[in-house]
């Protein structure tokens, strides 16, 4: 399995490297008629209302490379949760070049808004600079813990990772084995392999090899599913 999806890594620093997301929201334009100002405010309660997942992770989350945001997994995940009637919103949290180490000091700013639902994302990053396994098992197990010390009632999926085989195999090992062993020892919820059938696939993977297509969004969003859809 290592070797079939080597190549994803041949672009070792592109998670690293690649630019940050920026999310642009649209203002709409004013209103001052009594009538919109309701309906504006019926929308904003409705939307209040719902719970929170909240995706925090790398340029896998971000979607780094597509043409349209909203052909991330993240967005695919939120067109589900629609077509289903679900009163669940996402939020995604992905940025380009996140570490545990920064995702660890930046997650208690995310937290300041609610989460229900939190699918933590990272290391994929610690595994291509060779950050040893130790610190990244406990900056994910810090995230966890500041999770549930927040909302202790929030719900948390780990997204599992793989490295590349020409990081040793005892490297690999040890790093393999971090995302399993989190998920019982904190009895949360694991997505085994996010890239699942989408890593090694050159038609599935934007050309640096590393990120994928929008084809390959939509198989990710299948994979998150698989075990997000369990949790409502």
């Known amino acids: 399995m290592l070797f079939r999806i080597f190549f994803i890594f041949l672009a070792a620093f592109a ?46 989350t971000a979607g780094y490379g597509l043409d349209d945001i909203d052909q991330s997994f993240v967005s695919l995940i939120q067109k589900r949760i629609d077509s289903l009637g679900l009163d669940y919103k996402t939020v995604n949290a992905g940025l380009s070049g996140e ?7 930046r997650i208690d700013w ?39 010390a927040k909302y202790p009632e929030a719900k948390i999926v780990l997204c599992g990772m793989l490295v590349p085989p020409n990081m040793g195999q005892d490297y690999g090992d040890k790093f393999q084995v971090i995302y399993p062993e989190l998920a019982e020892e904190n009895d949360i919820s694991l997505i ?11 038609e599935l993977n934007q050309g640096d090899g590393i990120h994928p297509t929008a084809e390959g969004h939509e198989i990710v969003a299948e994979n998150v599913w698989e075990v997000l859809g369990d949790l409502f």
């Open 192 to 202: 085994p392999f996010l890239l699942d059938k989408v890593a090694g696939e050159p």
């Open 110 to 148: 995310i937290l300041q808004q609610k989460v229900d639902i939190f699918v933590l994302e990272l290391g994929a990053n610690d595994g291509l600079r060779g950050i040893d396994t130790e610190e990244t098992r406990r900056n994910l197990q810090s995230m966890i813990d500041k999770v549930e």
């Open 99 to 105: 570490t545990t180490a920064s995702g660890n000091s």
């Open 15 to 60: 998670i690293s490297c690649g630019s940050s997301e920026q999310n642009n929201s649209k203002n709409e334009p004013e209103d001052s008629s009594e009538t919109n100002h309701s309906q504006n405010s019926d929308n904003l309660a409705t939307e209040t209302d719902k719970q929170t997942i909240l995706f925090f992770g790398n340029s896998l």
